[in-house]
């Protein structure tokens, strides 16, 4: 059993700030710079790293790897399958993010084919978790989910089994399943869809976790601490609208510690919804 | 005639907000995050894709287009292409944003070819209409336009007859045209081409206008309220600088109202200047 | 004997303003839009190419270049050539980035390229001077630096001998050395490093100031102000992280001038260390 709570989440943050993981990211336009300013105020180091000449070379130096397939093309799918693999071969955790899965026939290829490879852990929105198990009615508008997260679980326990994945569905609730278990996270705000790839740079914070962390445990806190983050921060945005949100998570990130994990996220644990 | 007030401006982000539209976006890096967080903010789905194998099929799901030159190269002018050509097929309103149009032969041929093929909606700075309508002596420095919007009129009026678009040219005053017609609207702030990509993000924010509304009012309504929303979000500046212009307007887009639109923008029809 | 004070740079400062030059950047997707606002607040017209089919056209026009090589893939390594070779058949002055050279053997294999085709001032981090002059033991974690720039200061002059270039390192203290002379300059924040792209957009901070002077006072004028900017950004942080540091930077730049340049930063020529 995978017993965590906030105070695990919070000395894994401890550990993540000393060990300074290296996480290399092969991630979307929309998300790169999102995702290391978030990545930097967490205590990690990212790179942003894509090139089919040195990606294999780059996971090789890396702690941690992440996998956003948020905008496709053909080269960059070619050194994403390059990638997966060499960290697996070099027994280096890495996350998939399907963005966008169900959206086109392209995009759900693409994700299908990498959700073989063998990820450390998958994080989509529950549409995308849904298209991927291959459920049917996975509906969704673009990139963003129409289904709540819980609709998705039966999805996240099949696509769990089917890849040996731990599967992380976020939304208003965050769950975290690896076939046997499910653990549910609480946290977040409403402001954070208004605010584009925060959910780009939760994969990416999760793969800094994966790098002292177990796959399962590493998810739990990544979701703890973001979701945490991601509330204080929205109250800092003072009921202005979303614009400050991406600075706010990021400072939310640098001074987060236990008493704001306690102060705005919940952990529960073998959760059956 | 095309009668459009702030009132109805007012009635079209409201329709926006409620229909929350997907806009595809094949827009340049630069402007990728900002036109994103524009859209979420104004109350609309965004999606960046661009990928030759998916563009046709995104088109298929979204309400409307936006196709933006910024940052060129081969394969995306393919893709442009293709899904203007499918956008048309299925009846769906695009918006070109011909950036730099002029600066290099390549771009200047990459921007005619595009208006070619029948965009509902073509919005640029002076230099870039003057340039697109083949006027002689477009000026210009990089995507920076070195004439005022007024100069450009006559081209937009050419430019719109030649295509069957409706043209907007923006600057310190804004005018839309459609080849009979001619509105001018004010609004904005002297900050705003201190930040980047924010005439893209317009063009991304006409494009979600365009869903909800016939060309000609989603073009006017567009600029309306974006130029109320950027002024509201200059003064919010305190006068420290652009720097937090992008979340500032971020924010007075998600709380843009008519009150906001009477402060800060007027539209005048029937301008002959 | 390049005798340069804060006098001088806040001169250059000025003439940059006046002379509002074009800057064109090649540079990576993480740093694109924190460069372009960057150089808008500070005075500078940015634009962003990188198609092969049109950066030389785009060099003719611009008033100086920036070449960083953050995120490589193969087109674009041949778009930097032309682009370089072009700026120096116009006798324009170009800045090379060599962003983390020494991580992979692509990447410090396209930096060495790169710097044999005459850069006029060529700025990294310690590890990345290290690696690119040929020194045995450059560290580097991705990235990000793991040597001080003190530790640098033997392979930039050596750089700057073989390549003819003006040679910045950057960190903590900031040198800047053209094979025979050395100025320190001090300034910045340790909050700087915890935001990603600041190191990219300081280069095509120096590209803009080599439009308005020689090589060697261009690039100490921009590390002095982009320094000074800096640490006053950073105080503006009020200790909060460094979520809102790109904003603030922008803002300093946007008000910089002799005051805040005596404030924060310190010039010490003929540096020895």
């Given at each position: 059993?995978n017993?965590?709570?906030l ?33 930097l105020?967490?205590?990690a180091?990212p ?6 000449e ?5 996971v ?18 070619e ?5 997966a ?9 890495w996350v ?8 086109t ?7 299908a084919?990498?959700?073989t ?15 991927l ?22 999805s996240?326990?099949?696509?769990a089994k089917?890849?040996g994945?731990?599967v ?26 208004l ?7 939760l994969s990416?914070?999760t ?9 399962f445990?590493?998810t ?6 973001y ?10 945005c ?13 400072d ?9 994990l ?12």
């Open positions: 059993m017993i965590i709570d105070n695990d989440a919070s000395r894994a943050l401890s550990d993540l700030r000393t060990a300074r993981p290296l996480v290399h990211n092969i991630t979307n336009y929309v998300a790169m710079t999102l995702s290391a300013n978030v990545l105020a967490l205590g180091s790179a942003m790293v894509h090139a089919v040195e990606v294999e070379d780059f090789s130096i890396s702690s941690s790897l992440v996998i956003n397939i948020g905008t496709l093309s053909p080269r960059w799918v050194a994403m399958g390059l990638a693999r060499k960290a697996n071969s070099l027994g280096k955790p998939l993010d399907p963005v966008g899965c169900g959206a026939p392209y995009r759900t290829n693409v994700a084919s990498l959700a490879l063998r990820p450390t852990i998958i994080r989509g929105n529950a549409s995308e978790i849904m298209s198990a291959g459920a049917a009615g996975a509906g969704g508008q673009g990139v963003d989910s129409t289904a709540a997260s819980a609709q998705a679980l039966d996240a326990r099949a696509l089917k890849t994945a731990v992380a569905v976020t939304g208003e609730v965050d769950y975290v399943c690896d076939g046997h278990e499910t653990v549910g996270i609480t946290g977040g705000d409403a402001l954070m869809p605010s584009t790839a925060l959910g780009c740079a990416a914070v793969a800094a976790f994966a790098a002292v962390r177990a796959p445990a590493a739990v806190a990544a979701l703890a601490v979701g945490a983050a991601g509330r204080e921060a929205a109250l800092r003072n009921g202005n609208g979303p614009g400050h949100l991406p600075a706010e998570l990021c939310a990130l640098h001074g987060a510690d236990l008493a704001m306690e102060r705005h996220a919940a952990i529960r644990a073998s959760v059956t919804a």
